[in-house]
């Protein structure tokens, strides 16, 4: 910027005659090395140009406003005559600058009252203390998150100081944590309700850049949401779902083939990495109808989701994250991440909706129906090519991660289990036997492992949890609650309260014995009521083949030294990754298996 840095009186030199009049600056004591580099603007120079001798002069220093213009090589008029321009687009600046400063100082004050009237509003609701005025309770979860801890044992804590409803605030937000059954009930059964805008809106872009936008399970417009699922339920029918037997069988094959490698070659098998490659490998052939195969072929997708969920993780909770030029690097591999998924969309979209126009007969998937969401050919604009990849988006993240987390904690327990691990195999032994082909009827057979996948879900809910905006007032336990609120359900939190689970930390799936009693309201892993998890049903399918087939074929124990940690990266998983020993016949110590 073009400033004055210093006025003070100088002793300016006639130029040497028959030099041409360049302005002559001499250095006073009172001129740094540094300020030496500065130029100077005479504001008396006619009497210098006349050829005046010698003389008092004020001199303004100014840093030159374009560092390329060198003032030296100028004659004194033209030297002074940008000098000129340059004051008065000082002064002007100055003005406005000094406008935009008591503006922004206005803005700000009227915020801070703004947060105040917020605080004083909703403060009569219990909540653990703010961190500071501004940020609220985000630099607790910030401090956690540094040290790679989970934010759900923080809001489980606070649920059982804070009682069925408490309060968090983040700048102007007011977030109140429900863990009452009734109201979570009430509001989550309820299509009044839609997802709230501040904690979905990391969803929908990631630092600017487009991520789920207005797909399934960011849509917050009730006609919108309403629209595309209609669209989509076909694909999710039990129908529909009975012709991916062929493809749930397939995948888990191949995995089984590469564990028998695995325990051939008496190696480690890093079962978290495996089981997302099916995954993944499934939700691709099934929804989008492309081959990947990734147990062989290596693949940029498990990390572009992976870095996609982690920045939406810090987006959400750290309000100031992407101030600071400290995370730009890892900003720009988030975006970059979240541009190679839908640029792969984008193409695979373009190679089905080609086919479709050549008459080819093209399955009635995901994908297809993912096109039909969009508007006819004739007048498709570019909001609905973006429309389409916020769904292609959705689906290869929702439809992969959480079932292979799953996956990955069902192993462990059972790893840590041996006497479910035992009761289960002997349950596939009995259903399947040897047979290679699981078929969708043996599938209902599996009661006990479907409860030890439901147990699974209880302790490691790996999407734990949704919100809702409240616009109006509510009565939660006895509290009055003035409407405009998010109210925050955490699965995590009520799937681990002693006063829902008796020893909540106790891994035990007869909790979802068929005879007993159905948790009320404290236990949806997938959501509840309209919003709920559309793939359900193909996830825990998909689950029980790969389930069954590892449990048909093979005994493991945990390789010892690891944890049992979860990460949290948005979804949760296991921190170890899941180190397996396996063996393809016969049954290890069970001792062994113990942790
Ligand atoms: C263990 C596996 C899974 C878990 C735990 C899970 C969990 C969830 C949860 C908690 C929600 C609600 C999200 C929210 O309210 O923001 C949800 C929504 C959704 N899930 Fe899943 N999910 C799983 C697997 C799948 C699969 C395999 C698919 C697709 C093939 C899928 C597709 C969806 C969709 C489309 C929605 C949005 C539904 C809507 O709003 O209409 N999910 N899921």
């Not at 300020?35 to 008396?44: E, K, M, N, R």
């Not at 700048?171 to 839609?194: D, F, G, R, W």
């Not at 359900?536 to 087939?549: H, L, P, S, T, Y």
Request: proline share 5%; aromatic share 12%.
């Amino acid at each position: 910027m073009f400033y004055i840095v210093e006025t003070e009186k100088f002793t300016l030199m006639r130029p040497q005659r028959g030099s041409n009049s360049r302005p002559l600056v001499y250095k006073t004591s009172a001129l740094t090395t540094e300020l030496w580099s500065l130029y100077c603007y005479v504001t008396d120079y006619p009497r210098f140009s006349n050829g005046a001798i010698a003389g008092d002069f004020h001199v303004f220093f100014y840093r030159p406003y374009c560092r390329h213009v060198d003032f030296r090589s100028l004659t004194l008029p033209a030297a002074c005559t940008i000098m000129e321009v340059f004051a008065v687009l000082f002064s002007v600046g100055a003005k406005a600058l000094t406008w935009l400063c008591v503006i922004l100082f206005t803005a700000f004050l009227g915020y801070c009252f703004y947060i105040k009237y917020i605080h004083m509003k909703y403060d009569h609701i219990p909540g653990p203390p703010r961190d500071s005025f501004f940020l609220g309770h985000s630099p607790t979860f910030v401090r956690i998150m540094k040290k790679d801890g989970i934010v759900h044992n923080k809001f489980l804590e606070w649920a059982e100081i804070y009682g069925p409803v408490y309060r968090i605030n983040i700048l102007h937000y007011i977030i109140l944590v429900v863990t009452c059954p009734e109201a979570i009930k009430e509001i989550l059964m309820s299509p009044k309700y839609s997802k709230d805008q501040f904690l979905y809106k990391g969803l929908i872009n990631l630092f600017g850049q487009r991520f789920l936008g207005n797909g399934l399970v960011t849509a917050r417009d009730h006609e919108l949401w309403y629209k595309q699922r209609r669209i989509m339920d076909p694909a999710f029918s039990s129908l529909y779902l009975r012709g991916l037997m062929g493809t749930f069988n397939e995948r888990a094959e191949k995995l089984m083939e590469k564990l028998s490698e695995i325990a051939d070659n008496n190696t480690e098998a890093n079962m978290l990495q495996l089981v997302n490659c099916v995954t993944l490998d499934v939700i691709a052939k099934v929804a989008f109808g492309v081959d990947l195969d990734l147990l062989s072929n290596n693949s940029p997708f498990p990390k572009a989701i992976e870095v996609c969920l982690k920045g939406m993780v810090y987006q959400i909770r750290d309000s100031l994250f992407q101030f600071n030029p400290k995370n730009w690097p890892f900003i720009n591999e988030v975006r970059e991440a979240c541009r190679l998924l839908r640029t792969t969309g984008a193409q695979w979209i373009h190679e089905r909706k080609t086919s479709m126009q050549n008459g080819e007969d093209v399955p009635k998937d995901i994908l297809t129906q993912i096109i039909k969401t969009a508007a006819t050919e004739k007048n498709m604009t570019e909001e609905d090519e973006e429309f389409m990849l916020d769904n292609f988006v959705t689906f290869f993240i929702a439809g992969q991660e959480t079932t292979a987390n799953q996956l990955a904690f069902c192993i462990m327990e059972l790893a840590r289990h041996p006497e479910i691990l035992d009761k289960v195999m002997k349950e596939v032994d009995d259903v399947i036997g040897m047979k290679q082909e699981i078929s969708y009827d043996d599938l209902g057979k599996l009661i006990y492992l479907s409860q030890v996948l439901k147990e699974t879900l209880r302790i490691y809910p790996t999407a734990p949890g949704t919100s809702r905006d409240i616009p109006g007032d509510m009565t939660i336990d006895g509290i009055h609650l003035p409407g405009g609120f998010i109210c925050l359900f955490n699965s995590y939190a009520t799937g681990r309260m002693e006063k829902f689970f008796k020893e909540p930390l106790k891994f035990d799936p007869d909790r979802f014995h068929p005879d007993s009693p159905k948790p009320y309201y404290c236990y949806f892993p997938f959501a509840l009521g309209p919003r709920s998890c559309l793939g359900q049903n193909f996830a825990q399918m998909e689950a029980k083949v790969v389930m069954a087939k590892l449990l048909q074929r093979f005994d493991f124990s945990l390789v010892p030294g690891q944890t049992f940690d979860i990460q949290d990266t948005g979804t949760l998983r296991p921190k170890s990754g899941l180190l397996l020993k396996l063996y393809t016949w016969g049954r290890c110590d069970l001792v062994n298996r113990i942790s």
